[in-house]
């Protein structure tokens, strides 16, 4: 069993900075996909960014192309999200999902795990 524990989420102004942080423990895999992904009070979940462990590639949503950084630390088990010029828009709980093995990184059924989310709230 993989678990997933995020943490670094808070209350911050428009235009300041938050780093999320994801903490990967149980079974390793040799390759696998780490994501983010947020959800805003009557909205979907969305899809935030990826990166696929053992290439290293990683995509991100339009809506935070030059803004958020996803980046991986291997031997703390741990990926981040740094996010920057934040918005009010932004403002959603974060959560961190796993999925072993190659595939894609978009889409919430290409995981198998998920942490319990961190709120992050952007005043205006």
């Known amino acids: 069993q993989v678990q997933l524990v995020e943490s670094g989420g808070g209350l911050v102004q428009a235009g300041g900075s938050l780093r999320l942080s994801c903490a990967v423990s149980g079974r390793t895999f040799s390759s696998y996909r780490l994501g983010w992904f947020r959800k805003a009070p009557g909205k979907e979940r969305e899809f935030v960014a990826g990166v696929s462990w053992s290439g290293g590639s990683t995509v991100y949503a339009d809506f935070v192309k030059g803004r958020f950084t996803i980046s991986e630390d291997n031997a703390k088990n741990t990926v981040y999200l740094q996010m920057n010029s934040l918005k009010p828009e932004d403002t959603a709980v974060y959560y961190c999902?796993?999925?072993?093995?190659?595939?894609?990184?978009?889409?919430?059924?290409?995981?198998?795990?998920w942490g319990q989310g961190t709120q992050v709230t952007v005043s205006s």
């Open positions: 999902a796993a999925a072993s093995g190659g595939g894609g990184l978009y889409y919430t059924w290409e995981y198998n795990y």
